[in-house]
């Protein structure tokens, strides 16, 4: 391996144990809609041409912290609100935004999962979509972490590194995009070196 790949692998693995000391999860950017009824998720990858590889963007998560004051959401109606609609798709754009600063601009649904849905008064399967992001704007991606909050500023993590670090609740999502990539084979825009045979 050459010495600046090296030096790039052993600084992402120290940032990942790092994470994994201070028993932080790493996420898959996403989260739950704003009625709570389903959740979406978005993979947001890159080339890194450094080192050759695929990289994810993940976002660190600490269960133990919990905000001194509830952050607020704003009503129903509010510019917000109508700006991201709360299906699925409206979802995933508002909480890739929120968390990681990026604008999802050209995606599709690569998988779904269901879970009994738990909350008082209902019933049924609670839903969770994941969509691969193949365009978007990075330009504001986060450099630091939102104020008052429970998650971190989003880095990339090589795919080959992830699974050993990834929160396990979305391992499935990991999973589901590498399966994605060998069925489909639609990563057009990677190299050829990086495309499934």
């Excluded at 052993?10 to 790092?18: A, D, F, N, S």
């Excluded at 009824?37 to 919990?66: C, M, T, W």
């Excluded at 509010?78 to 609609?85: D, G, K, P």
């Amino acid at each position: 391996m050459h010495s600046t790949m090296r030096t790039y692998y052993e600084k992402c693995v120290i940032r990942l144990w790092k994470h994994k000391n201070r028993k932080e999860e790493l996420r898959i950017p996403g989260g739950k809609s704003k009625n709570g009824d389903h959740a979406s998720f978005g993979i947001i990858y890159r080339f890194n041409y450094q080192i050759q590889e695929i990289e994810i963007l993940v976002v660190p998560y600490d269960p133990r912290f919990s905000p001194e004051e509830e952050i607020p959401v704003p009503d129903h109606g509010s510019a917000e609100e109508q700006t991201f609609s709360e299906d699925p798709r409206g979802t995933l754009e508002r909480e890739i935004l929120e968390e990681t600063g990026i604008i999802a601009k050209s995606y599709h649904e690569i998988g779904r999962q269901s879970i009994r849905d738990n909350r008082p008064g209902k019933q049924g399967q609670h839903w969770k979509y994941l969509y691969c992001i193949n365009v978007y704007d990075d330009t504001n991606l986060r450099q630091a972490p939102p104020k008052n909050s429970t998650i971190g500023t989003p880095f990339w993590v090589p795919l080959s590194l992830l699974s050993d670090y990834i929160f396990g609740h979305h391992m499935w999502m990991l999973n589901s995009f590498n399966a994605h990539r060998r069925d489909h084979r639609d990563y057009s825009n990677l190299p050829k070196s990086l495309r499934v045979a």
